[in-house]
């Protein structure tokens, strides 16, 4: 999947194909989950990052069929 880095209200995810049934979740940098979203059908999908500080985080997909995982930037710097 491909992302929005560095995101500022939401991260932004585009999956090449139409996913069923996956989850998403957001880690900080300690390995704490801040968030997690549970999908029944997707191509695309945000996830709000309004509530967390401006950081490197980690998210997380999980999918039958596959796993996969990326770093990511918010940046709520310049948005109040």
Do not use: W
């Not at 049934?21 to 309004?50: C, H, R, W």
Request: avoid cysteine; charge should be negative; glycine fraction near 4%.
């Amino acid at each position: 999947p491909s992302h929005d880095n560095p995101a500022s209200d939401n991260i932004n995810i585009n999956f090449n194909q139409l996913q069923n049934n996956f989850k998403a979740q957001l880690f900080d940098m300690s390995g704490k989950i801040i968030m997690e979203e549970d999908y029944f059908e997707a191509k695309t999908f945000s996830l709000p990052v309004t509530t967390i500080g401006s950081g490197v985080y980690f998210i997380k997909i999980i999918a039958k069929d596959f796993t996969t995982g990326q770093f990511v930037v918010v940046n709520r710097e310049n948005y109040k």
